[in-house]
């Protein structure tokens, strides 16, 4: 799977968009983007994942760039509640049974 | 979203005896589950995937004699310690996924395990 780099850390402000950026250069054809969070002392929660097209839930949206090197998961409304750990994970094919290889992803911290 | 459960959520065990710990798909059937391990402040580390009716496999260097991995049904995953020693206290999370359908792992809500 595609290594992947992301910002050990980043701070936001209570109800401003938290933008998380990921770098994915070697990506391949055949990998999607995920994302994941993990709260502290808690099992890690899925938020979002895409191929190439720009994807959206109720949690966040998902931004991924042409040439698909790299992504941005964009929070629109931060909320204390979002304070966690962000982990964005490239694996193969658009299945739920392959396993996730976890970075060190990124501690974001929302403040009032 | 579906419910992953563990149990325990905490133990804490003398060195030398065997803790198993529990992994549950409450309201899907998990074909695949996976255990994974994680020390303070460092990111998650697979250990094993487990497959329903079949062997499970171990990522390099983790011990399949020292874990302990059984995926006897479709909802449920163990993961015995044995022989447990300090160096084994951690936080063990499992996860699931489903035969067919979303992509997503579910995450169970980890196991914090102290080795005395």
């Known amino acids: 799977d595609a290594k992947t780099t992301q910002p050990p850390s980043m701070d936001c402000a209570e109800g401003r968009a938290a933008n998380l950026p990921c770098n994915h250069s070697?990506?391949?054809?055949?990998?999607?983007v995920y994302w994941y969070r993990q709260i502290h002392s808690q099992g890690p929660q899925y938020i979002i994942h895409?191929?190439?097209n720009n994807e959206t839930n109720e949690m966040a949206s998902l931004i991924i760039t042409e040439d698909r090197k790299s992504s941005t998961l964009i929070l629109p409304h931060a909320t204390l509640r979002d304070t966690a750990v962000y982990y964005c994970i490239v694996r193969v094919g658009g299945t739920s049974y392959g396993k996730l290889t976890f970075g060190q992803g990124t501690i974001l911290t929302v403040h009032p | 979203g579906a419910v992953v459960s563990q149990h325990p959520s905490r133990v804490i065990c003398k060195s030398g005896t065997s803790v198993k710990i529990e992994c549950r798909s409450l309201d899907f059937q998990a074909t695949t589950m996976f255990w994974y391990r994680q020390f303070p402040k460092k990111s998650l580390m697979l250990m094993a995937t487990s497959n329903e009716g079949s062997k499970a496999t171990y990522e390099q260097g983790v011990e399949k004699d020292k874990f302990l991995i059984n995926h006897a049904s479709l909802t449920l995953s163990t993961l015995t310690v044995t022989s447990a020693h300090p160096e084994d206290s951690s936080f063990y999370i499992c996860s699931a996924s489903r035969r067919t359908g979303p992509h997503e792992q579910y995450f169970g809500p980890g196991t914090r395990l102290t080795v005395t």
């Open positions: 895409g191929l190439k």
């Open positions: 070697t990506i391949s054809g055949n990998e999607y």
